[in-house]
C-alpha cells in the first residue's frame, strides 16, 4: 500500500489559519529573498571548507529563500502534491508582481524632500538584471522539484520519516537553485570567476543544507500541531 498524493487533511471550503499562515509565510519569505538577494555576505568559520576557505559567502537571501523551502514542505506533507504546486505556481506570478511595483516606483518622479534619493533606492531595490533573470529560473526549477522530491519520498516511505522526506527534497532542490542562481545571476551576467563562483555556490549551499536539517525539529512541531488543532483532519488516503 502507499499513500496517494492526495491532502492528508480533510477537504475544506474554507482555508484553516494554517493553511494561510504558510501561504503567507511562503510569500513573505519569498518577496523578502528578491529585495535581499543582490548583497552578498560573508560570515567567518573555525575551519576550511573544500573550494571556499574559511568563510561562508552567500546572497542576502539566502536565509529568506531556505525559508521557502520550510513552508513549502509544511504545506505539501499537510495539503498534498497538487495543493503545493498551486502556491509554488502562484509566487512565480508573485515575483512579475514585486518586480512591477518596484520598477514602477523607481520610475515615478521623487519629491525634493524625500528622505531617499532616487539614485539610492534604484540602487538598492531594482535587482540587476542578472539577479531577476537567475532568481526567476532557480526559484521555477527548484521549488517544483522540492514538491515532487519530498511527496515521492513519502510515498516510498508509506507516508513515514518526515524527516527524510524534509532534509532529502530541500538538500537537492538547494543544490539546484544554488547552482543555477550564481551561474546565471553572477557567471553568466556579471563574469564572476569560475572559483569565485563556486566558492559562493559552495558557502551558499552548505548554509542551505544546515538550515534543512536544524528546522526539521520545526516540520514536525508545525505538522503535527496543525493536525492534532485542524477540525475535520483525516486519515491518509491509501490504495492497494
Same mark, same amino acid.
Given at each position: 500500500?502507499? @499513500?496517494?498524493?492526495?491532502?492528508?487533511?480533510?477537504?475544506?471550503?474554507?482555508?484553516?489559519?494554517?493553511?494561510?499562515?504558510?501561504?503567507?509565510?511562503?510569500?513573505?519569505?519569498? @518577496?523578502?529573498?528578491?529585495?535581499?538577494?543582490?548583497?552578498?555576505?560573508?560570515? /567567518?568559520?573555525?575551519?576550511?571548507?573544500?573550494?571556499?576557505?574559511?568563510?561562508?559567502?552567500?546572497? /542576502?537571501?539566502?536565509?529568506?529563500?531556505?525559508?521557502?523551502?520550510? *513552508?513549502?514542505?509544511?504545506?505539501?506533507?499537510?495539503?498534498?502534491?497538487?495543493?503545493?504546486? @498551486?502556491?509554488?505556481?502562484?509566487?512565480? +506570478?508573485?515575483?512579475?508582481?514585486?518586480?512591477?511595483?518596484?520598477?514602477?516606483?523607481?520610475?515615478?518622479?521623487?519629491?525634493?524632500?524625500?528622505?531617499?534619493?532616487?539614485? $539610492?533606492?534604484?540602487?538598492?531595490?531594482?535587482?540587476? $538584471?542578472?539577479?531577476?533573470?537567475?532568481?526567476?529560473?532557480?526559484?521555477? +526549477?527548484?521549488?517544483?522539484?522540492?514538491?515532487?522530491?519530498?511527496?515521492?519520498?513519502?510515498?516510498? $516511505?508509506?507516508?513515514?520519516?518526515?524527516?527524510?522526506?524534509?532534509? /532529502?527534497?530541500?538538500?537537492?532542490?538547494?543544490?539546484?537553485? $544554488?547552482?543555477?542562481? +550564481?551561474?546565471?545571476?553572477?557567471?553568466?551576467?556579471?563574469?564572476?570567476?569560475?572559483?569565485?563562483?563556486?566558492?559562493?555556490?559552495?558557502?551558499?549551499?552548505?548554509?542551505?543544507?544546515?538550515?534543512?536539517?536544524?528546522?526539521?525539529?520545526?516540520?514536525?512541531?508545525? +505538522?503535527?500541531?496543525?493536525?492534532?488543532?485542524?477540525?475535520?483532519? *483525516?486519515?491518509?488516503?491509501?490504495?492497494?
Amino acid at each position: 500500500m502507499h @499513500v496517494t498524493d492526495d491532502s492528508t487533511m480533510s477537504s475544506n471550503t474554507h482555508p484553516s489559519v494554517a493553511q494561510v499562515g504558510l501561504v503567507s509565510l511562503f510569500i513573505t519569505a519569498l @518577496v523578502a529573498a528578491q529585495v535581499t538577494a543582490s548583497k552578498v555576505l560573508s560570515f /567567518g568559520i573555525p575551519f576550511e571548507l573544500p573550494l571556499a576557505g574559511g568563510a561562508l559567502v552567500l546572497p /542576502g537571501a539566502a536565509l529568506a529563500y531556505a525559508l521557502t523551502f520550510f *513552508a513549502s514542505d509544511c504545506y505539501t506533507e499537510l495539503y498534498g502534491k497538487r495543493a503545493a504546486q @498551486v502556491v509554488v505556481n502562484v509566487g512565480f +506570478v508573485m515575483n512579475f508582481v514585486l518586480l512591477l511595483l518596484v520598477w514602477s516606483t523607481i520610475a515615478a518622479p521623487v519629491a525634493r524632500n524625500s528622505p531617499v534619493a532616487a539614485g $539610492t533606492f534604484q540602487q538598492v531595490l531594482g535587482a540587476s $538584471t542578472g539577479v531577476v533573470v537567475g532568481s526567476l529560473v532557480a526559484y521555477l +526549477v527548484s521549488q517544483n522539484w522540492d514538491v515532487l522530491v519530498f511527496h515521492r519520498i513519502r510515498e516510498l $516511505t508509506d507516508g513515514d520519516a518526515l524527516w527524510l522526506r524534509n532534509i /532529502g527534497s530541500t538538500a537537492t532542490s538547494q543544490l539546484l537553485d $544554488t547552482v543555477i542562481f +550564481v551561474t546565471i545571476a553572477f557567471v553568466v551576467f556579471q563574469g564572476m570567476p569560475l572559483d569565485l563562483a563556486i566558492s559562493l555556490m559552495v558557502g551558499q549551499y552548505v548554509f542551505k543544507l544546515l538550515v534543512a536539517i536544524v528546522d526539521t525539529p520545526f516540520v514536525y512541531l508545525v +505538522v503535527g500541531a496543525v493536525r492534532s488543532r485542524e477540525s475535520g483532519a *483525516a486519515e491518509p488516503t491509501v490504495a492497494d
